[in-house]
């Protein structure tokens, strides 16, 4: 069904194209578009027998230009002297066509161009055969449709290089606009595994301290209830650590499956959370200026961490700017000394004093939902700084003043990252 629609599509083109025209020659003979378009359509619709395309279109397109013809004239057998040998044109065509390409091993745009070029000439010396009845061909007329296949041939050549090169760019840009979404969702990915394999330690304190329970409740007269309670909730909670680690396991597992371990350059990292953040302030209209600038160059070999410590501060930034007109957000990474320094700065809401000793710790959040009332998990800034500490032997600090805006800076040792020369 689809190569009927196709093989129709072609007819109908091909049919409309071949109004754009002149005649040359003898009466009904015209050097026309749609010659072009023809061999363009063969090429991309590989999987179309050309002689089916060659009989329907010589079928479709003369009948249509016929139609028009017959409407100006009101002469039907001079309409049929003019439009009829075109029929025999878009035969020869795609019986040429399917011999010299579409039935051969080897196809490239060199023997494409070849084809092009011998179907136009030769299908136009059987139709300019069957207008002039061989007897009124001239040598004047063959030179003048080698010139012409051959101009056609390489319009059409060069009508394909443009949509390989097109689509190979479409391609590209799809490909780069996957990879950095698989970046940015491997880096939220990863930090949620890091954040609970942390949270192991806890649960076995807590199993730590039940069992302890269970030890103190059994050397001492407690009921037999109690005893056996604390002791379920031990084993609970032991369970509980099982299952947790299974599941950390596995999501391990893919991350290591799904990802690479080579290092990335700083600013390829800096790259794709700029197009990702600029994007995000297009689509919520936002009045942001982002200022990024890069005076250091170096590999990250943890970069998914990084790329999560940089998003989390980037968005607590915008998030501060969002009620606000002309904010301005900065990103500055230089050396200082043997260290490198990230710096995140906008012209924000600011921070009150009060919150400043709590924002880096798990589960402290000042933003919620107004129509829900649900508070945000204030993961974030506990992840920045427990990355920035554990996996980038890190420091971090952070400057505020009300409704003028924060500062946060990132000290790492430079023997973490590998250097590079700029």
């Not at 409309?16 to 578009?33: C, D, E, K, P, R």
């Not at 209209?285 to 990084?306: C, G, M, R, T």
Request: aromatic content about 12%; charged content about 25%.
């Amino acid at each position: 069904m689809n190569k009927l629609k196709h093989t129709l599509l072609i007819a109908a083109c091909v049919a409309l194209a071949s109004q754009f025209h002149f005649n040359y020659f003898v009466q009904g003979f015209i050097i026309t578009l749609s010659v072009i378009l023809l061999p363009i359509f063969l090429y991309n619709y590989a999987e179309l027998n050309p002689i089916i395309v060659g009989f329907v279109t010589g079928i479709v397109s003369p009948l249509f230009r016929g139609i028009i013809e017959y409407m100006e004239i009101k002469d039907l057998p001079i309409t049929w002297i003019m439009v009829g040998p075109d029929v025999f044109f878009y035969f020869a065509y795609g019986v040429i066509y399917y011999f010299l390409y579409f039935n051969t091993v080897e196809k490239n745009i060199t023997r494409f161009t070849v084809t092009a070029f011998f179907c136009d000439f030769l299908s136009n010396m059987v139709e300019m055969s069957v207008r002039t009845s061989i007897v009124g061909m001239t040598m004047e007329i063959i030179k003048n449709l080698i010139v012409i296949a051959a101009v056609r041939a390489f319009i059409a050549m060069g009508v394909i290089i443009s949509i390989k090169h097109y689509r190979g760019f479409l391609a590209k840009q799809e490909h780069e606009e996957r990879y950095r979404r698989l970046m940015l969702l491997t880096s939220s990915f990863k930090s949620e595994i890091y954040f609970m394999n942390k949270n192991i330690s806890e649960i076995e304190d807590v199993m730590k301290k039940s069992y302890f329970a269970y030890k103190v409740i059994s050397e001492n007269d407690y009921p037999h209830e109690l005893k056996h309670l604390a002791l379920d909730i031990a084993k609970d909670v032991h369970e509980i650590k099982k299952g947790y680690i299974r599941v950390i396991n596995g999501l391990e597992q893919m991350a290591r499956d799904k990802t690479d371990g080579t290092c990335m350059s700083i600013k390829d990292i800096i790259n794709i959370l700029e197009i990702d953040t600029k994007e995000y302030i297009r689509l919520n209209k936002l009045d942001i200026e982002l200022l990024f600038n890069i005076k250091a160059d170096f590999n990250v070999a943890e970069h998914f961490y990084l790329m999560s410590v940089l998003r989390n501060l980037i968005n607590n930034s915008i998030e501060a700017m969002e009620k606000r007109r002309k904010g301005v957000l900065k990103l500055n990474i230089f050396e200082d000394g043997d260290d490198y320094v990230i710096s995140v700065v906008d012209n924000g809401e600011g921070i009150k004093k009060d919150n400043i000793d709590y924002i880096f710790n798990p589960g402290f959040s000042t933003k919620f939902d107004e129509n829900t009332g649900d508070i945000e998990r204030g993961l974030g800034l506990a992840l920045v700084r427990d990355l920035t500490r554990d996996v980038f032997q890190g420091s971090i600090s952070v400057k505020s003043e009300l409704n003028k805006g924060t500062s946060f800076n990132i000290t790492v040792p430079g023997r973490i990252f590998g250097r590079k020369e700029l």
